[in-house]
């Protein structure tokens, strides 16, 4: 089941209050994210009188029920510091389930009964749910930085017909054409991997001509490479200014792709035995072009195929 919701917040580390309720979202067993809208900053509505809010909404599927996924929804915002003392009152995180499956409990409305009053609520929406109809109410609602869809994520593979990446830590394939193209797209460039990633680099050393952020948990010093241990530090080092490439491998994919805004696969026309696979991306992506290419030596056909969100 798809839902929507909304996520505000106005007391503290704002934007950092809405990333971290992101990543706890995606952590919920029978949760997946599948897309972030940008954030906004809004005026207070019902109470006056205190601190604008940063607001966005996401899009995630579950097969939680309606109160099974109201239950985690409140359980993070009581982890990142909510108290709930005043009705709309001021907030550390507010998360509100806004469109879905609909339901009338004593507990949860869905739609939300104050959707379509609340231009901060649906201007966000709009973003990620395009059919939606409404109408605004003509509030001041500001796009600010602080989304992580503000880093416009590409990710970078070469896969199978099955959209297979590897097997045992190692590349499916190596075939020249794609890495003249890998090479040709993230010259000068931000590339974003994890360490397995890094091993599969020739001489497991970060590329040259890049700029190579390596993103592990392990504590590590690797010349050539920064290294970040959590998105949220990721969010810190990088510049919304920058093309940012993010190359494997299928963890890194999976925990960026919701934030992506272009798929980037060079697609091999063979099956072969893979134990870690692209993750699936196709009822959130449409392929925008598509580039045919044999490769003599060996009998194969690649495509070089991009899809946008």
């Known amino acids: ?17 809405l990333r971290r309720a992101i990543e706890l979202i995606k952590k919920i067993p029978a949760v997946e994210l599948k897309q972030v809208s940008s954030f906004y900053e809004t005026e207070p509505w019902g ?20 109160l099974a996924l109201l239950d985690e929804l409140q359980r993070i915002e009581l ?12 907030r550390t995180l507010d998360i509100d389930i806004l469109y879905g499956a609909e339901i009338s409990h004593e507990r949860l409305t869905v739609p939300h009964k104050f959707l379509f009053e609340r231009d901060f609520a649906l201007i966000p929406l709009a973003e990620i749910f395009p059919t939606l109809e409404y109408n605004l109410r003509g509030d001041k609602v500001v796009k600010v930085h602080g989304s992580p869809i503000d880093f416009k ?3 970078v593979a070469c896969v199978d017909k099955n959209f297979g990446l590897g097997k045992g830590g190692k590349l499916l394939f190596r075939i020249p054409a794609d890495l003249k193209n890998f090479r040709a797209l993230t010259l000068n460039h931000t590339i974003i991997f994890g360490r397995r990633t890094l091993e599969t680099f020739p001489n497991q050393q970060p590329l040259d001509g ?23 530090e990721l969010f810190n ?19 960026l792709i919701p934030y992506a805004t272009e798929i980037i696969l060079t697609v091999v026309d063979a099956a072969v035995d893979a134990d870690a696979f692209f993750p699936n ?11 045919q290419l044999r490769i003599a030596h060996c009998a194969l056909r690649i495509a070089f195929r991009r899809y946008t969100r």
């Open 210 to 232: 890049r700029r190579n952020i390596l993103l592990s948990r392990t504590p590590q010093k690797i010349s050539g490479a920064e290294i970040v241990g959590s998105l949220e």
């Open 1 to 17: 089941m798809i839902y929507y919701l909304g996520l505000g917040a106005n007391l503290g580390e704002r934007e950092k209050n």
């Open 281 to 291: 991306f196709l009822d959130e992506f449409i392929l925008t072009s598509s580039e």
């Open 237 to 255: 080092v990088l510049d919304t200014a920058e093309e940012n490439f993010v190359v494997g491998g299928a963890e890194i994919f999976n925990e």
């Open 47 to 66: 109470v006056e009188g205190q601190p604008n809010y940063i607001n966005a909404a996401i899009k995630i599927s579950t097969t939680l029920e309606p």
């Open 153 to 155: 994520f590409k990710l």
């Open 79 to 90: 982890e990142l510091g909510r108290i709930r003392r005043e009705h709309w009152g001021a």
